[in-house]
């Protein structure tokens, strides 16, 4: 079975200032993975890679694989990624919804590849996309809202509509980018124990990246730790002591280990806790 994500050798500067070193990183499908560290330590140039909407430094070995096929090889997207983006949906800090369209027409977006556009803009969408979308809102338990604007929901419900819109889309791979950072701890479980949901049940592949640890214990078995640019850490999750923290982050530490002794008392993934 081919790799959800397969990286290798990737480099990527902005302008002199480098971003990634030859960052190597494999995740087979359906694990969920926590992508760890400080402020531009590089996990969003990571992430924006892996869809390729950010390239690689020409000439590099950079090579970027998911689901099987390339996504960039030497600096260079390759010509079929559209095909590929199908599959993968991003999620964003800032819920990149359009707000003054309905919070149904944002989640129907995600089948907007396998839908003729005009159907999209003159807000024609065939019922069976209807059903999907108003199913994938129940999954996450804001149908109340379908109507709404979309800027009319709280951070939280917005994050929901966001990850009902991936349902939609059927992405096989979620690259969620700080999705939680903007949120108050109860929507931040939420939105994290949805996120391990459609990887339980929908196999979906998910790599998140956050800023502290205690959600990386709570919900994803395995951890890569990035530091300047490089993984410092690829490994069980739990396997991540203060001490070993400490040791990979030195004077950043702090800022991922903060709240790292709420972890104990969450309730979403008691087969982590188990483990
Ligand atoms: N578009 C850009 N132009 C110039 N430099 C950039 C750009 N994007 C990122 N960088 C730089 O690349 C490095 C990695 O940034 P990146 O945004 O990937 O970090 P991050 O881990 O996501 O940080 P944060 O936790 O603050 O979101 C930083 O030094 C940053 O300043
Ligand atoms: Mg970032």
Known sequence: MPKAIEVSNLRKHFGAKPALHNVSLSVRPGEMVALLGASGSGKSTLLRALAGLHVADAGSESRVEVLGATVQAGGRLAPHVRRTRAKVAMIFQQF?????????????????????????????????????????????????????????????????????????????????????????????????????????????????????VDYAFAFCPRTVALRHGEIVYDGPTRALSKQRLRELYDSQADELIEAGERAADFDAAPELQAA
């Open 96 to 212: 990149n919804l359009v707000d003054r369209l309905p919070v149904m027409t944002n989640v129907l977006a995600g089948a907007l590849y396998r839908m003729p556009a005009w159907r999209w803009a003159l807000g024609r969408f065939p019922a069976d996309e209807l059903a999907r979308a108003h199913a994938a809102l129940t999954r996450v338990g804001i149908e109340a809202c379908a109507w709404q604007r979309a800027s009319t929901l709280s951070g939280g419900q917005q994050q929901r509509a966001a990850i009902s819109r991936a349902v939609v889309q059927g992405a096989q791979v979620i690259l969620a980018d700080e999705p939680i950072a903007s949120l108050d701890p109860t929507s931040s479980r939420r939105v994290m124990s949805l996120l391990a949901e459609l990887n339980r049940e929908l196999n979906a592949t998910v790599l998140v990246s956050l800023h502290q």
